[in-house]
């Protein structure tokens, strides 16, 4: 994104490698970004002048173009930092749409309820990654600990809707698959 | 209470570690129990391994308590077995079952652990003086104890003057105290803000790491994440069971 790029740009000229480890640094929990599209992006960024290309530096290895912020950058960076985020979790999400799915159109064995039982562990396990001990930086502190907030609302959200679908549970019947039965043990292979 | 307590016949002799070898801590199999007609359990198998950390979960009501509560032999059930450290509890009295407790499994239960008007080093030495421990060994070891949950200098102080973080965390000291080879734990976090509730959860899965066993009770996500395995009980059966690690 490109407000990201700017705010990396924003400490001094740089490469794209060092935008891009930069990047990883600070959003470590994140997917890396690519190669390929941190350059894409810095071109459309020169194209909009947002940053201009202040050198070219070999360090006796391939050529690498130096970027840096322009006025136009940091006033797009501050009128970003201005403007709050949009509320994640206001349209469906790959969770809900599955469990969606899977009530609405079960293909095979699967039940509704095996779907969030087996989602549940994959919060679990990506919950138990994220509580490892991290280091003291504030800034990476806080990403945490709002990535493992989402996983425990989404993790909430499940056990509902376990409960709703559970024998006696509160859903009404009439969903495409009629009310599941209780699935016994699934115990499920390490990883 | 420098005296060695009375020695139980069948239980194990003092000083020996309860003989476990690399099987479970605790088995339970196909456990079932009711409180008057209304079933807890209904047929719920579950082992602990040496150096595992296993997260029990499910809504309330589920039965998560009562297997506690038998699995530290506390509660016979009325169908199934308990093998805990080696010993089936079906051929144990009361007074041995007792005495294999104190000797191998520290517990931490959910409400009113604490001795009124003992002093806290006294009270999470007990452990250790009901085995015949003399009076300094034992408060110099809950003094230590009571350091590692995060109480030190606390140990003339008696429950009333305490919150309700810090009678949990003596309860852990308690439940630590005697080195046991395994841990019950009923919401052993619940009343403590999260960053201290994370030290003691630090504490407990660090003993239990080192070759112990702790089987923790809990509704939190994520205390349940930093499980080995999580086993959900709900309508008193296993509705599910996942590896974690």
């Known amino acids: 994104m490109v407000e990201l790029h700017l705010a990396l740009l924003l400490a001094g000229p740089a490469h794209g490698y060092e935008v891009k480890k930069a990047h990883d640094a600070w959003f470590p929990d994140a997917r890396p970004l690519a190669f390929g599209q941190v350059y894409a992006t810095l071109g459309r960024m020169v194209r909009d002048g947002l940053v201009e290309v202040v050198e070219t530096r070999s360090d006796g290895g391939p050529e690498r173009t130096v970027y840096a912020v322009t006025a136009t950058g940091r006033e797009r960076l501050d009128r970003w930092l201005e403007e709050p985020a949009a509320p994640a979790g206001t349209g469906p999400e790959d969770v809900v749409r599955k469990a969606v799915v899977a ?48 996983l425990d609302a989404d993790l909430r959200w499940l056990d509902e809707a376990a409960a709703a ?3 006696g549970g509160s859903t009404a019947a009439g969903t495409a698959g009629g009310p599941t039965p209780a699935t016994p043990t699934t115990p499920e292979a390490p990883r | 209470m420098s005296q060695p307590a009375d020695r139980q016949p069948g239980a194990t002799p003092p000083g020996a570690a309860p003989p476990t070898g690399d099987g479970p801590l605790v088995a339970l199999d196909a456990v079932a129990h009711a409180y008057a007609r209304t079933p807890a359990l209904r047929g719920v198998s579950l082992a602990v391994a040496p150096g595992e950390v296993v997260a029990l979960t499910g809504p309330s009501g589920g039965g998560k308590s009562t297997l506690l509560h038998v699995a530290a032999g506390l509660l016979a059930p009325q169908a199934g077995r308990v093998r805990l450290l080696g010993q089936d509890l079906a051929g144990l009295g009361e007074a041995p079952r007792a005495a294999l407790r104190r000797r191998g499994v520290g517990i931490v239960l ?14 999470v030495a007990l452990p250790l003086l009901l085995e015949g421990s003399a009076l300094e060994p034992a408060r110099t070891a809950a003094r230590e104890a009571l350091a590692l949950v995060g109480l030190e200098g606390l140990g003339d102080a008696v429950p009333a003057g305490l919150s ?19 841990v019950l734990a009923d919401e052993p976090v619940a009343s403590l803000d999260p960053e201290g509730g994370r030290q003691v959860l630090d504490l407990l899965v660090t003993v239990a790491r080192r070759g112990g066993g702790l089987l923790l009770v809990t509704h939190d996500n994520a205390v349940a994440a930093r499980a080995d395995r999580e086993v959900r009980l709900a309508g008193g059966v296993v509705a599910h069971e996942a590896v974690l690690r």
């Open chain 1, 103 to 150: 009530l609405r159109a079960p293909v095979g064995a699967r039940t509704a309820q095996d779907v969030l039982a087996r989602q549940r562990t994959h919060h679990l396990r990506r919950m138990r990654e994220l509580s490892e001990p991290g280091g003291d930086d504030v800034a990476l502190r806080l990403a945490r600990r709002h990535a493992l907030l989402h």
């Open chain 1, 165 to 167: 679908l559970a024998p």
């Open chain 2, 110 to 123: 959910q409400y009113g652990q604490l001795v009124p008007d003992l002093p806290l080093v006294d009270d």
């Open chain 2, 164 to 182: 309700g973080g810090q009678a949990q965390r003596a309860a852990v000291a308690r439940a630590l105290v005697a080195q046991p080879r395994l």
